[in-house]
């Protein structure tokens, strides 16, 4: 890595405050490489989206990079400077049959069916709770990644935050013992409260604000939790450390979320270090699993003003993605999270908010 | 879980001195669920052999599980348990195409028939050094992981120990920037030596003892190293911890392989804990990607007299998985490891030493 990137990111890292290595200009460079639409260049750098676009307007100014419209190109130096660094296009190998995923869903067609039909009027994503749903194939997968795992049949499941309606599939099975609910949403609470009522699926729907501790009732009660935090990291801990909370003892497993596009490697570091010593082991990391629906606040969203060119993305042309993490407990959970107070989804990093 | 799950799962613990829950116990039920022959009971369960002989044992004084020639069953009245505690069988749900690895080969495959051929008269495993070498498929996989990522292209990566050959494949890619090898032992160094020569790649051969530090010319040099640690705690870090001397600093990755029939999830979290000190986000982690051709001296190791039943697997008839787990350094590494002595290959964990 040559002296110009770490010096590209630390100017970087000072603009965004959000720690930035020489190895990520070069995910930007790499990503440049590979693509031009500047959706798809976010999806492929894998860093923070904010930190991608200081990082974009860095490399302008030095020459290697340009735009117009809505395309983000290398400029010939940048392109030479590639060339210098010994960087070439990323190659395409996710397996075409599972995209990368690892699963044959065609066991499941019944129940994507089925599910696809119950979460065709669902609630569009909210703002105000930081949602954005991920697409319905990737809530089956993930309810798939649980059942392998025998995280699902016969086992009691907590959903904690449910736009993306894992409580709904994972019911739809008919594996699971209990399935519970907890979300702070009135409208994703009686979506979910319809659709049981109607298909006759036993789903507790409970609402609660996760700033909140469980309820007493739900506390060492489950065997699995899944949610898909807010990546502030205050508030990723905060779901984490509520699932964590709502679990049994060791052997208990929780599904969560990751993403590159809010959260710095530094971030997940951090994260990880919180898990473990909360008496977990990572078993599972699988990058980019979930895909999400683009949400219709993109334009209102923090990052969008930092893009360098702008053009609202199609709904079903998924940019933001996240990593599967599975978590176990080992030993009983030591986790000492109280209430909290004010907005759990901000911090430096945070650009879909 | 029931009760009866922890109270076998103790004994075991007692018995083995390895961390053992009840949901482990639940693991060997699920296989025996979905298998009969002992190898594959031992791929599903995904716990420490060690426990799994135990275990099995534990469950047929229960009356749980019976055996005769190679093939180990439940019995009705474990069967009846199974039922009782809601357990069925575990989907077979791996991508047919990938093999759940999420990768598609079909890019490489004159990389792969190259290294086919030149991998063909390798050294057999030994246990002096507690080798045992993966799939051919396998080393090629980890490859196209490590370009992906772009840790390969333009890079100088190191190999910790390489009975797998990893070096030869990366080397044959043409795509990195330097390649060197560290290993004990002397048939391996030489194969590699031939073979480099033969093909005219470039590769960096060092015989060394990891239980030394690293040569100076090799720390802080990398940014990239691969390895496929004994699984002891104490030779896991030390592995790992050596790897990541050899770093350049955030940014730089690194690539290990982690088991579950050599070390329970307790151990992942003491692993985990230690990579995430020593300055390493994990940012991959693909269960069961590596698998293993069965080694030669399978009747002498230490789990052989263990199993309940005894059969040699076919050299190709892979049991033994390891995960894919991908570092990558977020600060400077602070490893602390000097020079250690002895035998760095025996826990209470160890099954194939």
């Avoid at 923070?48 to 130096?77: F, H, I, K, N, Q």
């Avoid at 319905?136 to 935050?161: N, Q």
């Avoid at 473990?276 to 629906?293: C, M």
Wanted: one cysteine or more.
């Amino acid at each position: 890595m040559g002296m110009d990137l770490a010096t590209l990111a630390a100017r970087v890292a000072t603009e965004t405050r959000i720690p930035v290595t020489g190895r990520d200009i070069e995910r930007i460079l790499v990503a440049l490489l590979s693509a031009e639409d500047v959706w798809r260049i976010a999806e492929l750098a894998r860093i923070p989206l904010l930190a991608l676009c200081a990082g974009l307007r860095a490399l302008a100014d030095a020459g290697w990079v340009s735009w117009e419209s809505w395309l983000v190109r290398l400029t010939d130096a940048g392109a030479q400077a590639c060339t210098q660094l010994g960087l070439s296009p990323a190659p395409a190998l996710d397996c075409p049959r599972c995209g990368g995923r690892g699963i044959e869903l065609g066991l499941l067609n019944q129940l994507s069916a089925a599910f696809h039909e119950l979460a065709a009027d669902r609630p569009d994503a909210a703002q105000e709770f930081d949602q954005g749903h991920v697409t319905e194939e990737t809530t089956i997968s993930r309810v798939a990644e649980m059942w392998r795992h025998g995280d699902l049949a016969g086992k009691d499941l907590l959903v904690v935050g449910d736009d993306d309606l894992v409580s709904v599939a994972a019911a739809l099975t008919r594996l699971p013992r209990r399935v519970a609910v907890l979300d702070v949403d009135p409208r994703i609470t009686s979506f979910i409260g319809k659709v049981a009522k109607r298909e006759s699926l036993r789903i507790e729907i409970l609402s609660h604000d996760l700033r909140a501790p469980l309820p007493r009732s739900l506390a060492r009660a489950f065997d699995t939790f899944a949610c898909d935090p807010t990546e502030s990291l205050e508030g990723f801990l905060l779901f984490a450390g509520r699932g964590l909370a709502s679990l049994r003892g060791p052997g208990s497993a929780g599904y969560l979320g990751l993403t590159h596009a809010e959260a710095s490697l530094a971030k997940w570091r951090a994260i990880q270090e919180r898990l473990v010593a909360w008496g977990a082991a990572i078993t599972d990391l699988r990058d980019a699993f979930h895909a999400y629906v683009n949400w219709p606040y993109v334009e209102t969203m923090r990052g969008w003003e930092h893009l360098p060119v702008r053009r609202v993305p199609g709904r079903l042309e998924p940019w933001y993605r996240s990593a599967l993490l599975r978590i176990e407990l080992v030993t009983e959970a030591t986790v000492d999270l109280g209430p909290v107070e004010g907005n759990i989804f901000l911090d430096d990093e945070a650009a879909t908010t």
